[in-house]
């Protein structure tokens, strides 16, 4: 069954470093995600993506953010000067339309920045 | 802005239980709502989406229903098992899809 796959699963990195975390969405589908979850709260709605920008973005998702789909299948979310704060799991997702369709979510990756 | 509230917070019940779990939401405007589990340090998996014109869905020993107009929507576990144990989150997508606080559940044998 297709899925939606991230790496690494966890990461840890120290404060003030750049880090990039990989998705590969299912491969038919056209709309992406990104969503974090701070330990022990709720899962946030970061940004979202279509037909190569940006369709929506939370207040989470400042300059310190940006997405890129680099060619046809990686998905990826950079933090730029990472933060004690940006600590959590991120979970990239995707869907073949966008309103009315089902997400699938991958396994996540837990980032630590020490 | 939408606001999702989950009830209970937590759940323990013997195996073998039927139990609702509950989800409100503060935005009837929504395209739909969709219900995952959450195993502890994993990912969310999918287990039922219900669109904004629909009532409920069902799939095996899961029914979830939706009352947009209430903004509310329940989760129905029959004959619950101790592989139910997990985190269940709700769901809703507008603009944005906004999540609940989730329900920890724990079946015991």
Not at chain 1, 56 to 77: A, C, H, M, W, Y
Not at chain 1, 107 to 113: I, S
Not at chain 2, 67 to 80: E, N, V
Request: net charge negative; hydrophobic share 35%.
């Amino acid at each position: 069954e297709p899925e939606v796959t991230q790496t690494p699963s966890h990461q840890v990195t120290q404060m003030g470093q750049e880090v990039i975390l990989r998705c590969v969405p299912i491969s038919n589908h056209l709309y992406f995600y990104w969503y974090r979850q701070i330990l022990g709260q709720k899962v946030e709605f970061l940004v979202s993506f279509y037909n190569n920008e940006i369709s929506e973005k939370s207040e989470i998702f400042d300059d310190q953010f940006s997405v890129e789909r680099p060619d046809g299948s990686n998905f990826t979310l950079k933090i730029r000067s990472t933060k004690l704060e940006d600590s959590a799991m991120y979970f990239c997702a995707s869907g073949p339309g966008r309103m009315n369709t089902e997400a699938f979510f991958g396994q996540g990756t837990r980032l630590t920045v020490v | 802005k939408q606001e999702v509230t989950q009830i209970p917070a937590a759940l323990s019940v013997p195996e073998g239980e039927n139990l609702v779990l509950n989800c409100s939401f503060t935005d009837s405007a929504i395209y739909n709502l969709q219900w995952f589990r959450q195993d502890p340090g994993k990912g969310l998996t999918s287990l039922l989406l219900i669109q904004s014109s629909q009532r409920e869905q069902t799939s095996g020993r899961l029914n979830a229903s939706l009352d947009k107009s209430s903004g509310r929507s329940t989760l129905y576990i029959a004959a619950s098992q101790p592989g139910d144990s997990a985190t269940y989150l709700c769901a809703v997508q507008g603009n944005d899809m906004r999540f609940g606080a989730g329900t920890r559940l724990t079946v015991k044998p």
